[in-house]
């Protein structure tokens, strides 16, 4: 069933990442970016595999569900890797078929791009979206960007937006299923027929679906008025975030990765491209 | 069973299968429809009920156990499952937020165009519905989203009723109405039933509908059937409803409070009428 | 006498459908009384202007004409200042009909600190709030939940708790358990009477249930935007004729002894039993 879904892929906890403040793990994600995007010989790669496998260690996400998560972009992975491996043309010939030609450069820089790219996703996700839940993210990110509200950019209003999305992402989507339950149940066929004609079957969902999403919103704008909502203004926040000493103790960790990985490509440069 | 309009077989229902969100809604349940009757649904939330609504007419696929419409195995032919749909009609709770056309009567007529009936028999039909449900001609061109709340609901019903199903199956037609719209909706699917001969489900959570409009009663809990039978027979069951958190009409419970006193009435009463009757055979027959 | 905590005289409300077209009128000439620390049922068919008092209270809505009184303050929205409208709505505070589409925020400890927040609660208060709401409705164990893993009645009494956290004089319920099952309606109107027993908040309870009336200390019955009856629930029960008319129903109990002629109104099965327990010994004694 749609209501099963799970937002984005936070998977609470209790572990030191999942403790961390929010805005600091936005830090530490675009750091850890920065981080990756360093390496640039084996044991610089070595260097980060091991270090991205001790964070999801902290975490405590199973790796199962890590690797799950991994699947949908397997091929993507794949087709970079195999690009990489034909088209690039550096480094000794290894085998040549027909018009096919391997070379070193092209297999160290397929096996380097999908290490990117996986440590990319499983790092950003171990520190941010599997520790973080969506509203602590959106909260966060408020927090991290109130310094534009000087530039008159409504910062609280996009938070507030997102939240409300976030809350009612669930809720529509299992209106979506009833309203298309209801309509299947009046004959309405989704399945089979042309690309133009299965579309044209999506309108009596999407007529309805837009009428209730509208009158949810203005029924939720009346709750809220009701509630005393009028903006930012004067607005206080029941969690007031403060930095602890895990969350240096986290930045601290992280800069002494980056200069591991410094060193490891200054120091032990094999395969360096 | 000769007068049987569906049927279920040992019929289970497990949503999410195989998911850490797995949960069995309905387990190994049998039951007969009898046809021509008003038969109510009731039971919790979760109790399994709008499953059963959803899997008489093909929405859903039980995991195990076979479903018979009108003596036929629906699930034999899965590509002919459409036609179930049009044989077992289902009202789904809160029907006026699927409406989405310009007029009143193109809305209703949905329904049938979906079965491919010719423009003069979709046109007769949609006048017949909305006369069924009490709505006037006058309203076919207007735009079904200027209406009140209680005519919406019931251009839904007649939007189900053009396709006129053998089977009318609805959840909780009444839920959020006032009074009247309640009775406005219920008189339609009376009146649907009287003219059609239609098996009516009806899934509500008022005892007091239940007496006024069931045949039979059906009591669902945990997945399972827990009672069957008339309303006499359901109701005289006060003890066994009380213990799945259900009630019996407050009619019902004052005649149990009369024999507890020790008083000669009968425990099967659930109607103001028959419970009027009642007392005045104690009374002496004449006009209280 | 207690202290008179709303007061409208000569409420109107009416609104144009369609341009061009007549007017409706919503309310008519209003008069209405309620005291401090006082649980009102306000019956009432969809369209007999039930709401749209529930909305004038709660400032969502603006009279056409006549006066309001709210804590023996007139209301004028020229003349008050947008702190003073905002301090009168955190007094009345209002629970919706659809539980959905009144939480704000996808964790329920959240939502219900939505409102203390727009007001400008220190934090650690806020924090005192939220747990002191949910232990009221009796929601604490689901303080770190989604909204949408709830059943309606849960949702609604987060809702409530929600109302709480900003701490009103007077709450007013519109058609809150209409969209509920039995239990969730069960849930919702013991929280319901245990505010008014224990934190003597003031509770006007719109709906078309009349069941749900029996335990207020006075129903009003609109019709049409006019008070009809007004009363304690007995009182307004035996007007059999005159409720029906208004477009509600009586409980069974109620329309049997009517019709066998009884007085007195009884409305549990106890009473019903003791009324007709008294006809047939008078019919005995007299035969």
Known sequence: MIRDITLGQFFPGHSLLHRADPRIKIILSILYIVLVFLADSVSGYLFLVLFTAL???????????????????????????????????????????????????????????????????????????????????????????????VLHIPVHDFAMMMTIALRFIPTLLEETDKIMNAQKARGADFSTGSLGQRAKALIPVLIPLFISAFRRADELAVAMESRCYRGGKGRTRMTSLHLHALDFVLLFGLALAGAGIVLCNRFVPIYAI | MENTAAKLCGVSYIYSEKTPFEKVAVDGVDVTLEEGMVTGLIGH???????????????????????????????????????????????????????????????????????GLPEEEISSRVAEAMAFVGLDASLSEKSPFDLSGGQKRRVALAGVMAMQPKILILDEPAAGLDPRGRDEILSGVVRYKERTGATVVMISHSM?????????????????????????????????LEKVGLSVPQITRLMAELRRRGYPVSASVYTVEAALAEIRKLTGGDRA | MAETIIKTEKLCFEYEKNEGEEKTQVLRSLDLTVERGSFVAVLGHNGSGKSTLAKVLNLLVTPTSGKVWLFGKEINEETMTEDELYEIRRRVGMVFQNPDNQLVATIVEEDVAFGPENIGVEPSEIRRRVDEALETVGMTAFARHSPHQLSGGQKQRVAIAGILALRPEIIVFDESTAMLDPMGRREVLDTIRKLNRDNGTTILMITHYMDEAIDADRVIVLDDGRIVLDGTPREVFSHVEEVRAAGLDVPQITELTYRLGLSGTPITAEEGADAIEALITNRQERN
């Open chain 1, 55 to 149: 964070l999801i260690a902290i975490s405590g996400i199973p790796v199962s569900t890590l690797v799950k998560s991994l699947k949908p972009l397997l091929f993507i992975v794949l087709f970079t890797s195999v690009i990489n491996v034909f088209w690039n043309r550096e480094g000794e010939l290894l085998v040549s078929f027909w018009k096919i030609a391997i070379y070193t450069g092209g297999v160290f820089t397929a096996v380097f791009m999908t290490v990117r790219i996986m440590m990319l996703l499983l790092g950003t996700g171990v520190i941010l979206t599997y520790t973080t839940s969506p509203i602590a993210l959106t909260d966060a990110m408020e927090r991290l960007l109130s310094p534009l509200k």
């Open chain 2, 45 to 115: 939330t979760g109790s399994g009920k709008s499953t059963v609504a959803q899997m008489l007419n093909g929405l859903l696929r039980p995991t195990s156990g076979e479903v018979y419409v009108l003596g036929r195995n629906i699930w034999e032919n899965p590509k002919d499952i459409r036609r179930v749909r049009f044989e077992a009609g289902l009202v789904f709770q809160y029907p006026e937020y699927q409406l989405f056309e310009e007029t009143v009567a193109r809305d209703i007529a949905f329904g049938p165009r979906n079965m």
């Open chain 2, 208 to 240: 007091e509908d239940m007496a006024r409009y069931c045949d039979r009663i059906l009591v669902m809990n945990d997945g399972k059937p827990y009672l069957y039978g008339t309303p006499e027979v359901v109701f005289s069951e006060a003890e066994r």
